[in-house]
T-cell receptor, first 109, second 114 residues
Framework: QKEVEQDPGPLSVPEGAIVSLNCTYS??????FMWYRQYSRKGPELLMY????GNKEDGRFTAQVDKSSKYISLFIRDSQPSDSATYLC?????????FGAGTRLTVKP | SQTIHQWPATLVQPVGSPLSLECTVE??????LYWYRQAAGRGLQLLFY??????ISSEVPQNLSASRPQDRQFILSSKKLLLSDSGFYLC?????????????FGNGTRLTVT
């Protein structure tokens, strides 16, 4: 079992849809959780950074962490074609960071 | 604000040739620096990280080496490239001493070994 599991997709949605991206993990020591957005041929860009369980909202993006289920989510409201990218989850504890393989998202106009 | 520069953006090299990829960070002092390789569908693999000048830790035995000659400069090298070295190489930095500080990535170098 991989330490971090992320469905690679691809995921295709119409413009305006609500998108749900998810990761599961096995290491209960992870305390810090991140979501990165990566456009084609570019480096990952930090979108959300959260600590422990709970929700964090930033504009159209909401990050949700459920440590009891070892499950994290990123919700995108009112999705736009410019949201088309690969989304990577990441998590860490004691400076040991692990990444998911990424989910490729396409938002169609 | 902090910025990270990585070059070149793309590189095509023959097998057996040397490699030098460079990364510099601006706007911060004594950052932690990292080299990752990203393979399609396989996520990010940590290759090297550095917490200070001349301090390099290797995560995976391989044909590559890293050096940090200056505080905000990180170099990835190889003496003789292999076909298996092809990939997308990413440099990243994080705040030194900040427990679990997130990583900030450069725009990567696409390396093709022919």
């Amino acid at each position: 079992q991989k330490e971090v599991e992320q469905d690679p997709g691809p995921l295709s949605v119409p413009e305006g849809a609500i998108v749900s991206l998810n990761c599961t993990y096995s290491n209960s020591a992870f305390q810090y959780f991140m979501w990165y957005r990566q456009y084609s041929r570019k480096g990952p860009e930090l979108l959300m950074y959260t600590y422990s369980s709970g929700n964090k909202e930033d504009g159209r993006f909401t990050a949700q962490v459920d440590k009891s289920s070892k499950y994290i989510s990123l919700f995108i409201r009112d999705s736009q074609p410019s949201d088309s990218a690969t989304y990577l989850c990441a998590m860490s504890d004691n400076n040991d960071m692990r990444f998911g393989a990424g989910t490729r998202l396409t938002v169609k106009p | 604000s902090q910025t990270i520069h990585q070059w070149p953006a793309t590189l095509v090299q023959p097998v057996g040739s040397p490699l030098s990829l460079e990364c510099t960070v601006e706007g911060t002092s004594n950052p932690n620096l990292y080299w990752y390789r990203q393979a399609a569908g396989r996520g990010l693999q940590l290759l090297f990280y550095s917490v200070g000048i001349g301090q390099i830790s290797s995560e995976v035995p391989q044909n590559l080496s890293a050096s940090r000659p200056q505080d905000r400069q990180f170099i990835l090298s190889s003496k003789k490239l292999l076909l298996s070295d092809s990939g997308f190489y990413l440099c990243a930095w994080s705040v030194s001493g900040a427990y679990n500080s997130p990583l900030h990535f450069g725009n990567g170098t696409r390396l093709t070994v022919t």
